[in-house]
């Protein structure tokens, strides 16, 4: 039996061509694992009225972690037009399976590197090295929401804060309500996250991004957390900025930040933000890490017109390859992952036409896979 079992998510759109390219440098790293794959995406929405189907959830049990492609994602009316007809009208609800198995096998914490490899034509610097941990299954993702607003809610509301009595008399049915929760634990567990993280890489700061002016209670809790769990960490500075002003200050000054730490909402902003200053979403890659399973993906979307074509850049996905490695413990093929992809980035002969190149997703995956073998 080989050593590691990993569920192979494509997904949809252009989820399979970049799976494709993971798959030959995987292959070449010989890695000893076996890909069991699953079908998870759009078709099975359409078709079963469930994206992530329990047959897929049963298959993840059973295995280490996932590598995972792209989903296309619509919103409400696009996607139940698109249902199969005898499943129109039976209250099927698409919810995104990603979002969903962050939140099923409790993958609290989002793992978002975004670092510039120098020679990048797409770098907004070349000595950018951010590192976003996002919490990852709480804040306005937890999924409650109300519309129109059950009455019961409303009173409770009105009974329980001063604020509300301007909305009491809005229609039910013209009031919209998510909640944004944050625990104390779920605060906890991303700080010290991205403390440790920050304390094994030597980063001398870690971020806390949040919007306690406003946000009294719930940014109010993780900068308090944010500040007890500093403690622990001496020679890591704390500091704190407000979600609005660090877009700012991350345009302007990006190569001064290491490890920014924030909620859910927050890290998904500013993680494309960080993304697009080190080449775009064809360069972010992520890690949703749990106590005992963890799913890697490339962030960007399954961008539906090029699919099947072979040539978007798969370096996100190379590069989420590289974070699975890391967190299976194999440290050396990462590494050595990660020094063929910046290779291929500074040479600059294979590049995917996002960076100026002309050449395919699977012909930068062959270079990447050659480099790898060559540093050896
Ligand atoms: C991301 C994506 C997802 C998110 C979408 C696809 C639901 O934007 O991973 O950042 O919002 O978390
Ligand atoms: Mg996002």
Not at 49 to 69: H, M, Q, S, V
Not at 208 to 213: I, T
Request: hydrophobic share 40%; net charge negative; glycine share 8%.
């Amino acid at each position: 039996m080989a050593k590691y079992r990993i569920a192979w998510l494509p997904g949809d759109g252009i989820g399979k061509d970049v799976m494709d390219a993971a798959r030959i440098v995987l292959d070449k790293i010989d890695l000893d694992a076996e890909y069991l794959p699953g079908d998870i995406g759009w078709e099975f929405w359409c078709k079963e009225g469930n994206p992530l189907p329990d047959r897929t959830i049963r298959l993840l049990k059973e295995t280490d972690c996932a590598l995972f492609g792209a989903i296309t994602s619509k919103p409400k009316e696009e996607a139940e037009a698109e249902l199969a007809p005898e499943l129109r009208g039976k209250g099927y609800v698409y919810t995104s399976p990603i979002v969903r198995l962050r939140q099923e096998f409790n993958l609290r914490t989002n793992l978002r590197p975004c670092k510039a490899y120098p020679g990048n034509p797409l770098n907004y610097r070349d000595d950018i090295d951010i590192v976003v941990f996002r919490e990852n299954t709480e804040d306005l993702y937890s999924g409650v929401e109300f519309h129109p607003l059950p009455k019961a809610v409303m009173d409770i509301l009105v009974q329980n804060h001063p604020k509300m009595a301007r909305f009491a008399s809005v229609p039910l049915e013209e009031i919209a309500v998510t909640l944004r929760i944050v625990t104390r634990k779920g605060c906890e567990n991303i700080v010290r996250d991205a403390f440790e993280y920050a304390r094994k890489r030597g980063y001398r700061s870690v971020t806390v991004v949040e919007k306690p002016n406003v946000l009294r209670e719930t940014s109010g809790l993780m900068i308090r957390v944010a500040r007890e769990v500093a403690k622990d960490y001496p020679e890591i500075q704390l500091w704190e900025a407000n979600i609005d002003a660090m877009c700012m200050w991350l345009l302007k000054n990006p190569q001064d930040y290491g490890v920014l730490v924030t909620t859910n909402m927050f890290g998904d902003i500013i993680s494309d933000l960080a993304a697009q200053l080190v080449g775009g979403l064809g360069f972010a890659s992520a890690a949703n890490i749990g106590d005992n399973y963890a799913v890697f993906e490339p962030t960007h979307g399954s961008a539906p017109k090029y699919a099947g074509q072979y040539k978007v850049n798969p370096m996100a996905m190379l590069l989420a390859v590289r974070l699975m490695l890391e967190w299976l413990g194999e440290q050396e093929k990462a590494d050595r992952l990660e020094q063929a992809i910046a290779t291929v980035v500074r040479e600059g002969r294979v590049r995917t036409y996002d960076m100026g190149g002309n050449s395919s997703t699977l012909d930068v995956a062959h270079e990447v896979a050659r480099k790898y073998v060559e540093l050896g």
